[in-house]
């Protein structure tokens, strides 16, 4: 089966430091990539690099088998990824419908959009309304409040549903779970088995072994800039696993070819 | 998967019976001062209207009909469009989370593009203009190009175009001034702002109806289409408004250019104001169109405050500057008062922001 999402060969240098060091990365139609590693393993930068936010120094990037080139995140998002970032980007001062449409606003129907490019708030809100609704968030009260009067669980929850609300080709999660308390939690693991019954494939990158080795068709473990090994969660332990990542065992000859 | 679930504890089994209430919070805050903190977070421009209504009611009581006519106050719009108009374009830089020292001299320049290609190259005023207009959005695309390309800092790249412009304006128009009765016979369109319509004892002028429309449609503009919102999220949090999607370097570059046409229509309504075309005109434009943008609860930070409390910060400068002429006092008072309500604005705005709801 060709990978709906492929990076051959990434390179990404700061300064002297190899962020990513002549990295492949595959992504499968319909399933969930668990992504993990140690702090400062590249993670990150891998999924900037294949979602637009920062451009590789070398390596390709292929969606659906078509090399593509994101100079920015909204070129990734216009080819159908979305990404929720560790950091969340969204505006604080600016209200949830707001940041759930920010670069992607609704304009009214008729000569108000049209000449006066007067944004369709209502329906903006509705829609804000019933993707957080799907999500169980409904505990923020007012869909207008700005998103700095929310606790931090709720934000990731707006950047989730902004995730899902949009993604068609590939979405990804970095860190989604990491501000979120047991609840919220997995009503995230269970939006992200719902996307994924929607046929749609997920990045999922966490620290949380738990949450990675429940939802994750397979775990891509990222070590020292590059691909390490990928495993099926049902052969491995989660202790294999860490031992994998933080090189205390090396992984079996026959895998590193996976 | 079965194999690891089973032997981590299966602590999340017992969610299901979980209290499914939303959470609720007894606000035990309910006095006068903590409704009126929450009213001023909502609309922040509520504190710059209640000073400005405040100080025309006190001087109003002290001064009588001399200060509260219809002539009195309109002759305070008069004296304050120019700062009105460009406060408009230094808001709009503000709210990006930058500040913008070069209005005052982009609007000089412009007004003398306007002047000395009427008279000195005999182009027809309104091409003239249309020239003025075209310089000052060239010097915002100047300064936006630097910000967001080459991401200088807004502070050194419009104190070093301030400088720049100032100079050209100079050796341009070779320190000539354009008198205004030449101005009236050749080319009476450049001092069409100044134009006056009467209504009972109020004197409007054109300039001040622009004031006031200009700030009407960027109220609209900022808050009800998506440029604006983008231009309140890259003055927020620029990687944030880039990551989900905004367009930044483009934005801010579409902001300093307006911003520029907004200063070179100040020039404009400079000719009108003064009658003449002046280069040594205007020169305290930056500062005053800061002071307003201030008192109006604009943050200084970025990505807060509303343009109609720049206008209502502008009106405050200008009442107090009426008011205190009219009680004889000296001048000195009134610019020891603006600046207390300088300091006194943003004690304000930090006050309003410790409650989040």
């Avoid at chain 1, 809100?125 to 999500?135: G, P, Q, T, V």
């Avoid at chain 2, 104190?159 to 080319?187: K, P």
Wanted: one cysteine or more; hydrophobic letters at 50%; glycine letters at 10%.
């Amino acid at each position: 089966m060709e990978p709906i999402l492929k990076g051959r060969n990434l390179v990404k240098r700061y300064g002297k430091v190899t962020a990513l060091d002549h990295c492949d990365f595959d992504l499968y139609p319909g399933e969930i990539l668990g992504v993990i590693g140690d702090n400062g393993a590249g993670k990150s930068t891998l999924i900037k690099a294949v979602s637009g936010a920062v451009t590789p120094d070398a390596g390709e990037v292929f969606l659906d088998g078509k090399k593509v080139k994101f100079a920015s995140p909204l070129d990734a998002r216009g080819a159908g990824i979305e990404t929720v970032y560790q950091t969340l980007a969204m505006s604080p001062a600016l209200s949830i419908a707001d940041n759930m449409f920010m670069g992607r606003e609704l304009r009214k129907p008729g000569v108000m959009g049209k000449w006066f490019r007067k944004l369709d708030r209502p329906a903006m809100e509705k829609f804000a309304r019933d993707k957080l609704s799907e999500l169980g968030l409904m505990t923020i009260q007012n869909i207008n409040q700005a998103v700095e009067t929310l606790s931090g669980g709720q934000r990731q929850g707006v950047a989730v549903a902004r995730a899902a609300a949009f993604g068609s080709k590939v979405i990804i999660l970095d860190e989604p779970t990491a501000a979120l308390g047991v609840k919220e939690s997995r009503r995230v693991l269970e939006l992200i088995l719902d996307v994924k019954s929607r046929g749609i494939p997920i990045i999922l990158i966490s620290h949380n072994m738990p949450h990675v080795f429940e939802v994750a068709d397979r775990i891509h473990i990222h070590r020292l800039g590059k691909r390490l090994c990928v495993i099926k969660p049902g052969d491995y332990s989660m202790s294999d696993a860490v031992a994998f990542m933080t090189g205390a065992k090396e992984p079996d000859p026959e895998m590193l070819a996976a | 998967m079965s194999e690891t679930t089973s032997r981590s504890d299966d602590y999340e089994s017992v969610i299901g019976q979980s209290a499914q209430g939303i959470a609720e919070f007894d606000d035990d805050r309910h006095g006068l001062i903590h409704k009126v903190q929450h009213a001023l977070h909502v609309t922040p421009s509520l504190v710059p209207l209640i000073v400005l209504l405040l100080s025309i009611i006190i001087f109003g009581i002290l001064l009588g009909s001399k200060f509260f006519s219809p002539f009195a106050l309109t002759l305070i719009l008069q004296q304050v469009q120019i700062v009105g108009i460009l406060g408009a374009a230094q808001s709009l830089v503000i709210l990006t989370a930058g500040i913008d020292l070069s209005v005052g001299a982009i609007m000089v320049l412009s007004s003398v593009v306007m002047g000395q290609f009427t008279f000195r190259y005999g182009i027809p005023a309104p091409m003239a203009i249309a020239f003025g207009l075209a310089c000052g959005t060239l010097c915002g695309f100047i300064n936006g190009w630097l910000v967001a390309k080459v991401k200088l800092p807004p502070f050194i790249v419009t104190l070093g175009m301030w400088q720049i412009v100032l100079a050209t304006n100079f050796l341009y128009s070779a320190n000539e001034t354009i008198r205004s009765q030449d101005i009236a016979a050749e080319a009476p369109m450049l001092q069409l702002f100044g134009a006056k319509v009467q209504i009972g004892g109020a004197v409007l002028t054109v300039g001040v109806i622009f004031m006031v429309l200009l700030v009407v449609v960027l109220a609209y503009v900022l808050k009800h289409t998506a440029w604006g919102r983008h231009v309140y999220a890259v003055g927020d949090d620029p990687e944030a408004a880039e990551l989900s999607g905004v367009q930044v370097k483009r934005t801010l570059i579409s902001v300093y250019m307006l911003s520029g046409l907004i200063c070179a229509f100040a020039g404009w309504a400079l000719i009108g104001r003064i009658g003449s075309v002046s280069p040594t005109s205007g020169q305290l434009g930056n500062i005053e169109s800061i002071t307003a943008v201030v008192i109006g609860g604009i943050s200084l930070f970025g990505g807060r405050g509303s343009i109609m409390g720049m206008l209502f910060g502008a009106l405050i400068v200008g009442v107090f500057t009426l008011g205190l002429r009219l009680l004889g006092a000296d001048a000195q008072w009134t610019y020891l008062l603006i600046g207390l309500l300088i300091i006194a604005a943003v004690a304000v705005d930090q006050w309003i922001r410790k409650v989040s709801v």
